[in-house]
């Protein structure tokens, strides 16, 4: 005798993915999606990108709502350049450890002990960080923005790995730096990856800029997620080794397949073999049923204060003309 359906289980069509095309056309929604989401998620979506080309994509939106499937702070930047639009999330939960670790109090405490100096916040962080920067940066942008301040003293938040490479990339060597990181970035383990480079021979390391030094050191390429994503497909190796959230691979194999080839992808290793701890927790909270009841309840919704949206703008504004 089989048992009865739960009621979760009842609770969703049959055919998830045409139900929420269906939903998104029904709703008139515009579905944005980061590169650390499931497959599944990125391949519904209209647009898929870094955080620099959602930024930029949500500057063009002409529908009435935003389904944003990447973390909070995505979300809140979507919604900031759109004030007049209905931002859904599937998961209010799915925050970022840069941002939560980055508190718009303790970071004001922290600028205050460097007076004069500009600040320049990576877009991984709260609105109320962002409204009261002088400037947002990507980590596709983050040394041209450091440069459009030179001569200027500079505070850089919240990631220090970033600032560290932003720091070298541009020469300078007096960018102060709250002492955040990314708890993805941070679990690749360099003693682990000099192994699999020697067990890989003529392997090319791929890496973000959020990682270690000691990671660094062993790239061989340095870039965004989506300067990531370009080089592996461009690259003449024929194994790539890559130290960032493996939701990248899906872009690469699709971009590959389109152009006939194949590669083999290796995620740089973490520091605990027992656990998918290079996985963003946060991206993966999103799952296709949560997005579905997103677009069909329109929640939750992801909101930003007036006051707080019209100065947060300003800076990501200004990254967007630099940017363009």
């Not at 499931?38 to 002409?62: R, W």
């Amino acid at each position: 005798m089989s048992a009865e359906p739960t009621p979760i289980e009842e609770a969703f069509p049959e055919d998830l993915e045409g139900a929420i095309r269906e939903l998104k056309e029904e709703r008139n929604a515009v579905l944005l999606a980061h590169y650390y989401q499931e497959d599944e998620i990125q391949d519904l979506a209209d647009f898929v990108g870094d955080s620099l080309a959602l930024a930029q994509a949500a500057t063009k939106v002409d529908r009435d709502v935003i389904a944003f499937c990447g973390v909070h702070f995505m979300a809140e930047t979507a919604k900031i350049l759109n004030p007049d639009r209905k931002v859904v999330v599937p998961d209010l939960e799915a925050g970022c450890s840069l941002a939560d670790g980055c508190p718009a109090d303790e970071l004001q405490a922290f600028v205050d002990k460097h007076p004069g100096s500009k600040l320049v916040s990576y877009i991984n962080c709260s609105a109320e960080v962002k409204a009261m920067s002088d400037l947002i940066c990507t980590s596709s942008n983050a040394v041209k923005m450091v440069k459009h301040f030179e001569g200027e003293p500079l505070v850089f938040a919240p990631d220090r790995h970033l600032a560290r490479w932003v720091s070298k990339e541009s020469g300078r060597d007096d960018i102060v730096a709250w002492p955040g990181s990314c708890i993805v970035h941070e679990q690749f383990s360099a003693k682990a990856l000099t192994k699999l480079t020697m067990k890989h021979a003529g392997a090319e390391v791929l890496a973000h800029p959020e990682c270690e030094q000691a990671v660094l050191d062993q790239a061989d390429f340095i870039a965004s997620t989506t300067g990531i994503i370009r080089r592996a497909v461009e690259s003449p190796a024929d194994t790539l080794i890559i130290a960032t959230e493996d939701g990248v691979f899906h872009q690469i194999e699709k971009e590959l397949a389109e152009a006939g080839r194949s590669k083999t992808l290796i995620q740089a290793p973490g520091m605990d073999e027992s656990c998918a701890c290079n996985r963003c927790p946060f991206m993966r909270l999103n799952t296709l049923e949560k997005l579905y009841l997103c677009l069909r309840d329109l929640k939750p919704e992801v909101t930003v204060p007036p006051e707080i949206a019209e100065q947060a703008r300003k800076p990501i504004e200004l990254m967007l003309k630099l940017s363009a």
